[in-house]
């Protein structure tokens, strides 16, 4: 086409070779075609190409918003555990100091209620002792109950030796391993 183009509006006219108006405007109609078909290619090619950056761009500054995102959870998840290990390491042993004779009754209650004979021993530790002393007098059951005082003993423990068997209760030592765990797991 270029060729043709050369041929027809060469400098010196080829006899018999004259153009006239529309054989010029379909050259130039020709020339314009190609030249838009050049400039949308290069225009296609270059959105082609920003589009691509875009995306790229795009695609980092996602996964950057996840990687944020997956440390503030992070970060909040820790700031959670550590405010309720807290809280649980204040409330625990006060719990259990308030409700630790409830408990240790109500066990005897239960144990009580069974078809023991003889004498049930309650050995606590002499402090505790004197908290569950008017607790086990409301209990009610043919079964005697005798409470004895020991000095070596601390906190909310309790042996209970009936004939045949004894249980060990230790809300003290339960409450300090709840404790010991929430340590843990406040850690990781």
Request: proline share 2%; glycine share 6%.
């Amino acid at each position: 086409m270029e060729q043709t183009l050369r041929d027809s509006l060469s400098v010196f006219p080829v006899p018999g070779r004259e153009l006239g108006s529309a054989e010029v405007e379909a050259i130039e109609d020709a020339m314009r075609a190609e030249a838009y078909q050049e400039g949308y290619a290069a225009g296609r090619q270059e959105a082609e190409e920003a589009i691509s950056a875009k995306e790229s761009q795009i695609e980092k500054t996602c996964t950057q918003m996840i990687e944020q995102i997956d440390t503030v959870s992070s970060a909040i998840e820790r700031s959670h555990r550590h405010a309720i290990t807290e809280i649980l390491k204040a409330v625990l042993p006060a719990l259990a100091r308030s409700r630790a004779a409830d408990e240790i009754v109500n066990i005897i209650e239960q144990t009580a209620k069974g078809q023991l004979v003889g004498t049930t021993k309650i050995k606590s530790g002499i402090e505790f002792a004197e908290e569950l002393a008017p607790r086990l007098e409301n209990i009610d059951t043919t079964q005697n109950l005798a409470l004895v005082r020991e000095e070596e003993r601390e906190g909310f423990s309790v042996d209970l030796i009936w004939e045949g068997g004894q249980a060990e209760i230790d809300l003290q030592d339960t409450v300090d391993q709840c404790l010991a765990a929430l340590q843990v797991s406040d850690e990781i």
